[in-house]
């Protein structure tokens, strides 16, 4: 294991070394050729110029030819040759710095050269081919521990710090050059290296105030390590004055040599592990960045699956510090609508299984807890109510437990939407066993001696259902109208004909209840998929419609008329006592009864 990890370990380290070199002589070729390119011209500034000499001997002949009167003294007392050569003082410094910066820069990639030199010397030795595993974990560490002996990693990280010099040495040197050659170039060219400068400065001391500084430069270690060493002597300085008066209190020494040995540490720990302390102190909000980035980038559902399981560990785990107050300060809209749409591809899914189905749903459900969210939203409703998500939410009477399990929040819209489900899969569901039987007792509130009543009348049990959730959801109906009004297509399918005389008596009570309603057209959407079951009840009485008929198609205008659909005017469709305690048993206490 040791020499797998650490031929791991090598060859990456390696591959930097390899790649930091590379790049390093890449710059040094193109740097080196400009320098010398303006070598060559800056370079003839510190030598005599042949030129001068023929000049000043043609001005002594000149003057002498000019002047033929002049006296023989005079000419003797003019001096007969050159003066001695002097370079300016400004080609001093540009050839300085200039060579400077040259032999700097060959110098890294002398480095840069060696590095690669070392890195192959490295995996060479520390990786033989015809050793055994124990031999070559030894040679591994013999030679481990000399890289870090000889601190070959500085090493490699002050190879860039050279051609940062070499490049600001040349900067120096072409200000210089300027300034004496013409003042509006160098006026330029100053404002242009003082920005890079000046940006240079701040990408450098960025890292040392803001440790998740991504931007870093190589003499950002020797700035760091000088800092916290100034700051280090100056608090041990003060952690002395405190201790040798007495007019100091106890409270401020304690505060001085917590500061000295803060700074002391972090000069020894560098500014990397600094950085990773500082990270790892930060567990709450950056634990909350990593949950989010995680599930923004995972696109595929088993990734998901796995992501959604792990959350309910993650809340009662110790490792992380508060995970819960992590995850409320977390964009819950992002998390709630990752995992809804996860469960609408779940369940509109034709290749997985029930139980899959199932297990998916049960996680989704305890993600959403986890997130504050007992219930998805009506938005999802809207889209579990499409084929062909449908089918897998109202054939699972698994799925129907586990959403009564939320019909108990104080939030009224949540009870109302689980109950919405559960109704539809007490319609739709093909296997009616034992489960099923559980889930309508609970959802309906009834006993068993009801239950198995209902259950020899017929459809008396869907006819229950219906009654039961229409006064749920009709408070919620003007506001979240398109998956309610789905759900009532679904749950209206049923034969009145054979049910119970009290629960046809509630059907009509309830019917003549939607009709009276002021805003009665909009309950036309309950009105409309229920007509057959109002025709059914009134054939032959003067209640039954004139407007349309069993026949009359869904899409026909006459059914948008409101006064199309009549009132029960039936005395003996009318509640009595006995209908009332039904109804009233179906309605639980705590929810609004908006008819």
């Known amino acids: 294991m040791y020499v797998k990890m650490s031929q791991e370990e090598d060859n990456k380290m390696a591959d930097r070394w390899q790649k930091d070199a590379d790049g390093i002589l890449i710059f040094t070729g193109l740097f080196s050729a400009a320098v010398a390119a303006l070598l060559a011209v800056s370079i003839q500034d510190l030598r005599p110029n042949p030129q001068d000499t023929s000049a000043f001997y043609l001005a002594n002949i000149y003057q002498l030819l000019a002047d033929p009167n002049i006296s023989r003294m005079s000419i003797l007392a003019n001096p007969t040759t050159p003066p001695p050569f002097s370079p300016p003082r400004y080609a001093i410094w540009v050839n300085s710095l200039w060579f400077l910066s040259l032999v700097i820069s060959l110098t890294g990639a002398l480095l840069a050269t060696l590095l690669q030199q070392w890195a ?29 002996k000889f ?5 490699v990280e002050t190879l860039p710090t050279l ?38 400065g701040c990408i450098a ?7 998740d500084s991504p931007y870093y430069a190589p003499l950002t270690f020797s700035a760091w390590f000088l800092l916290n060493a100034v700051r280090y002597q100056v608090f041990r300085i003060l952690t002395f004055v405190t201790l040798s008066f007495d007019c100091f209190t106890y409270t401020t020494y304690h505060r001085f040599h917590a500061m000295r040995e803060a700074y002391r540490k972090q000069t020894s720990l560098g500014i990397v592990k600094t950085a990773q302390e500082r990270a790892s ?13 995680t599930i923004e980038a995972l696109d595929e559902d088993q990734e998901l699956e796995q992501f959604f399981e792990a959350i309910p560990a993650f809340c009662t785990s110790q490792v992380v510090h508060e995970p819960r107050r992590m995850l409320a300060n977390l964009d819950v809209l992002v998390l709630t609508a990752a995992c809804e749409g996860y469960l609408i591809r779940t369940l509109s899914s034709r290749l997985l299984s029930e139980r899959i189905k199932e297990k998916r749903f049960i996680l989704c459900m305890q993600a959403l807890n986890t997130f504050g969210r007992s219930f998805p939203s009506f938005q999802f409703l809207e889209q579990v109510f499409g084929p062909p998500a449908m089918d897998g939410v109202l054939q699972s009477v698994q799925i129907g437990h586990v959403l009564r399990r939320q019909c108990h929040s104080s939030d009224l819209t949540i009870p109302v939407s689980a109950q919405v489900l559960v109704a539809g899969i007490i319609a739709s569901v093909r296997e009616r066993d034992g489960r099923w039987k559980v889930l309508v007792m609970d959802q309906l509130q009834i006993s068993e001696d009801v239950f ?8 008396s049990i869907l006819l229950a259902n219906w009654i039961h959730i229409t006064h749920q959801f009709f408070p919620f109906y003007f506001e979240f109208p398109d998956p309610l009004r789905k759900i009532q297509s679904i749950i209206s399918k049923f034969d009145i004909r054979n049910t119970l005389p009290g629960l ?23 009105l409309r998929p229920n007509r057959h079951h109002f025709i059914a009840l009134h054939q032959g009485t003067d209640a039954v419609p004139t407007a349309f008929d069993a026949s009359t198609d869904d899409s026909d205008p006459i059914l948008r008329q409101p006064s ?3 009132l029960c005017n039936v005395l003996g469709h009318h509640s009595d006592s006995a209908t009332d305690e039904i109804t009233h048993s179906l309605i639980p206490v705590h929810l609004p009864d908006a008819i």
């Not at 930060?282 to 980035?293: F, N, P, Q, R, Y």
Request: net charge positive; glycine share 6%; charged share 15%.
């Open 281 to 293: 102190n930060m567990s709450a909000e950056i634990d909350g960045h990593v949950l989010k980035w």
């Open 163 to 200: 051609l940062h010099v070499s490049l600001f040495l040349f900067f120096s040197g072409l200000l210089v050059f300027l300034f004496n050659i013409n003042h509006t170039t160098f006026s330029i060219v100053a404002w242009w290296v003082g920005l890079t400068g000046g940006i240079y």
């Open 452 to 459: 198995e009543n209902y259950l020899a009348h017929g459809d």
């Open 151 to 155: 601190h070959l990693p500085l090493a």
């Open 205 to 211: 001391l960025l890292p040392i105030f803001r440790h």
């Open 504 to 526: 046809q008596h509630d059907f009509c009570a309830l019917w003549n209840k939607l009709r009276n309603k002021e805003s009665y057209f909009l309950t036309i959407d309950i």
């Open 120 to 148: 192959r010397r490295y995996l060479t030795a520390t990786q033989p081919p015809r050793l055994s595993p124990h031999k070559r974990a030894r040679i591994r560490s013999f030679f481990a521990d000399g890289v870090e």
């Open 564 to 566: 199309s659909y009549p």
